[in-house]
């Protein structure tokens, strides 16, 4: 005869994710928190491991990555799919990522030929905790940059990736200069 376990289900509330947090059983994703934060410069981006699973396992990591620069000052691909989660922290600032829509290869070329149209690029002016937009899967070989405006802390989000993933840089700003519409000259 099996034996009967009786639970009350719980309700998530912060005090009890804390309390499994302190137990060893979870992480929780909190920007804000000193220990998630990267330790960035201010004009620099930067991403911390929090954790990475073994080469076996897959490899696979979590970082949280904290931007601190108001002019794009990086601008790459992956070799495979990055995850984006972005919670966003309370008193940080707001945050574009510049996505580019052509393959790595053509944007090579544009940069080389000097052919490069706004249209080619979205600048997306990110929203922070929202299930219908913060949650998403960067696609292997998107160029992809971001920056912090406004005040406040730097921005903090989070990504999944594997572990020693390649960051490989294009040099999209030696060539051409980025006017956000609507900003302050």
Do not use: W
């Amino acid at each position: 005869m099996k034996s009967l376990l009786k639970l009350r289900p719980e309700k998530m509330t912060p005090e009890v994710m804390e309390k499994l947090e302190r137990r060893g059983a979870v992480i929780r994703l909190l920007p804000s928190r000193e220990e998630h934060r990267a330790g960035v410069a201010s004009g620099e981006g930067r991403g911390e491991k929090i954790y990475a699973a073994p080469a076996q396992e897959g490899g696979h990591m979590l970082a949280a990555v904290e931007i601190d620069n108001e002019k794009f000052s990086s601008f790459a691909t992956h070799q495979v799919n990055e995850e984006f989660i972005l919670l966003g922290g309370r008193n940080e600032r707001p945050m574009y990522l510049l996505v580019c829509l052509l393959p790595r290869e053509e944007l090579l070329e544009g940069l080389q030929k000097g052919t490069l149209r706004s249209e080619d690029f979205v600048l997306l002016d990110v929203v922070f905790n929202d299930p219908q937009v913060s949650f998403f899967v960067m696609k292997a070989g998107v160029p992809h940059g971001e920056c912090a405006y406004g005040r406040g802390r730097p921005a903090t989000f989070y990504v999944t990736e594997s572990e020693g993933l390649r960051l490989d840089k294009i040099d999209l700003y030696q060539k051409y200069d980025l006017q956000i519409l609507g900003e302050e000259q």
